[in-house]
């Protein structure tokens, strides 16, 4: 039986040697840890909402901001890092990343109020944000075409690797100290250590873009082509000096790529496939699949789970979209990306459907919270987890694969770093409101509009997106 990124697995690959093989999987996966970071960065916040709520006196309101603040960084970073990726390279844009995330890390941890940790929470942003764009961009360029699926999807499975990590530390160390709230060890609070667990992979990171190369296509980009020709070398055993010249090609003229190649020569219009990869942004996030990330231990608690159970639950969805990433992975090169997405768009509305209908059936209890009967809660569990399968083998890792490759090579950095800024945006507004929503119109009714979401995005695939399976990034 053959790895699924073992040469002999598709017949266009047989040209990649061994060597080379393990070789772009090593870069592939460096580049990767930029996305594990982003998982954990992201879910960090989860096990830690109610004892931030009460370490700095917040309101429901400033709560919510302190978990959504992050995603106001990470929009500006993505929209910054393609520019600066494509001024100063890949490789130099992640070792920036890099220490951003560790200061992130540690200056969450120290936070004494809000504002100081809605400053950590933001900077730390601007790394998630960059590493959303730098991490599929570097992937796609190195990667063969009938492996750069698979080794996109890399990216999607750190950070989903990510999320888990940050949910499995938040559970053994909220277990330990027996809460979020209370002291674990050197008189300093749980909650604290939890963020700064962050710092290993953080560190990992950066020793680990000192060993990756530049971009090739960057290189060549830039007019260094003797130094591509050393990187496509080592990546390909295929005829490095056509390899150039397709690079060459594909970028219309010896002018540097430019933000303003995202607009129809001649014209102020944006070319259509930007506005394609703003909206694959959009959807992943409109689903809601990030509350189920960043509120999971406050959903669940709504629902009638303690705070135990709920970081449990939490640990559960975790393990579930690690596996149907590994799914995503096994079949992103065999069946294609739009057949995935629209397998992944059907499957979400049917389970978001069934969580609308349990929670706005669902009674309150005495304190007038949700109150589910041990049935309905068994079946609410199914139905979360269900719709993180779908999501998992289909939105989250194909929306990052397409957005790697979908656009050309004079307008990928740009163009990826206004969709992922698009993303992240998004993700605030979805983040933002829903504890509004959950004060308002319950979960019953945060759950119809992700739910609507999810059936918009079926029409919005079968019409807009295009299959890029087995092409070359110059052909695109």
Sequence with gaps: MTSPLSPSSNSSAHTLGTCSLFYVIFISAVAAIGGFLFGFDSGVINGTVSALGNAFNSSSVATGFNVASVLLGCAVGALAAGPLADQFGRRAIMIITAIIFAISAFGSGISESSAEFIFYRLFGGLGIGAASVLAPAYIAEVAPPALRGRLATLQQLAIVLGLF???????????????????????????????????????LFLVGVLFIPE?????????KVADAKTVFSKISNDNVDAQISDVKSSLHSDKKPSIRDLFIDGSKKVHPIVWAGVAL?????????????????????????????????NVLAGTTNIVSTFIAIALVD???????????????????????????????????????????????????????????????????????????????????????????????????????????????????????????????????????????????
């Design 165 to 203: 990590a940050a949910f499995l530390s938040n559970y053994l160390i909220a277990d330990a100290a027996g809460s979020a709230q209370n002291i674990l060890m050197l008189d300093i609070a749980a909650w604290r250590w939890m963020f700064w667990a962050e710092l290993v992979p953080a560190i």
């Design 334 to 476: 065999k069946i294609g990306r739009k057949p995935l997405l629209l397998v992944g768009s059907v499957g979400m509305f049917i389970s978001l459907s069934a969580l609308t209908y349990i929670f706005g059936s669902a009674g309150l209890d005495e304190a007038g919270k949700l109150a589910l009967s041990d049935n309905m809660g068994t079946f609410a569990l199914i139905m979360a987890n269900l719709f993180v399968v779908f999501f998992g083998l289909s939105w989250g890792p194909v929306v990052w694969v397409l957005l790697g490759e979908m656009f050309n090579n004079r307008i990928r950095g740009a163009a990826l770093a206004v969709a992922a800024s698009a993303q992240w945006i998004a993700n605030f507004a979805i983040t933002m409101t829903f504890p509004i929503m959950l004060a308002n119109i319950g979960l019953a009714g945060a759950y119809g509009f992700y739910a609507l979401s999810a059936l918009i995005s079926i029409f919005f695939v079968a019409k807009y997106i295009t299959e890029t399976r087995g092409k070359t990034l110059e052909s695109m």
């Design 281 to 313: 942004s959009v959807f992943q996030q409109f689903v809601g699949i990030n509350v189920v990330f960043y509120y999971g231990s406050e959903l669940w608690q709504a629902a009638g789970f303690d705070e135990s159970q709920s970081l449990f639950i």
């Design 215 to 223: 971009s090739p296509r960057y290189l060549v980009a830039q007019g």
